[in-house]
């Protein structure tokens, strides 16, 4: 049951919260992953390279994971050391870079991605339909403050716009390529 907070020492509540909600859904997200040999980041770099149609740069990768160039590429080279993804020069740009899958990390995809999926679909299971509806929805109102505070004088709807776009595309994929992959259980 909530206290009755005032109004700051409900923001700092939401805020731990939400701190506490994504790193055990990392951490939960991890222990799912271990099995194949992944983290959630590493998995997550398979994911957007896969359903991005790879070869990808890089710094794209670092924009849709939102994480600094110097640190994903820091990523990208334990995952090539690792054997999941290759380097690949640009045949006209010799200077970029592009990093593809392996196929040890196609197969390693398609064992993770089910158990991704399941995990999601659990970690949601408390909410219902409606629930999550007002869940995204406010999350999305924080997420937009965040885009604005993070890029001040650019059009925070041109950025969420271009962000759902992409995301749109790459989660339909994903959820087609699980979908396939995933046993059907028979209902009696």
Not at 59 to 84: C, F, G, I, P, Q
Not at 101 to 115: C, D, F, G, M, R
């Amino acid at each position: 049951m909530m206290q009755d907070y005032g109004s700051e020492e409900l923001s700092v509540m939401l805020c731990r919260l939400v701190y506490l909600t994504y790193t055990r859904y990392k951490n939960g997200m991890d222990q799912t992953l271990r099995e194949q040999g992944l983290t959630m980041e590493q998995y997550l770099v398979l994911v957007n390279i896969r359903y991005n149609d790879a070869p990808m740069r890089i710094t794209d990768l670092a924009t849709w994971l939102e994480r600094s160039t110097n640190s994903m590429s820091m990523l990208v080279d334990r995952m090539v050391k690792t054997h999941l993804l290759r380097r690949i020069r640009d045949k006209r740009d010799r200077r970029v870079v592009n990093v593809s899958l392996t196929s040890k990390a196609e197969t390693i995809l398609e064992q993770a991605s089910p158990a991704a999926w399941e995990f999601n679909q659990l970690t949601m299971s408390a909410l219902s339909y409606e629930d999550k509806h007002t869940f995204a929805n406010l999350f999305k109102m924080v997420n937009d403050k965040l885009l604005g505070y993070l890029n001040p004088g650019a059009t925070v709807e041109g950025i969420l716009e271009s962000d759902l776009k992409q995301r749109d595309y790459v989660m339909k994929k994903w959820r087609k390529q699980v979908q396939l992959a995933t046993p059907k259980v028979k209902r009696s």
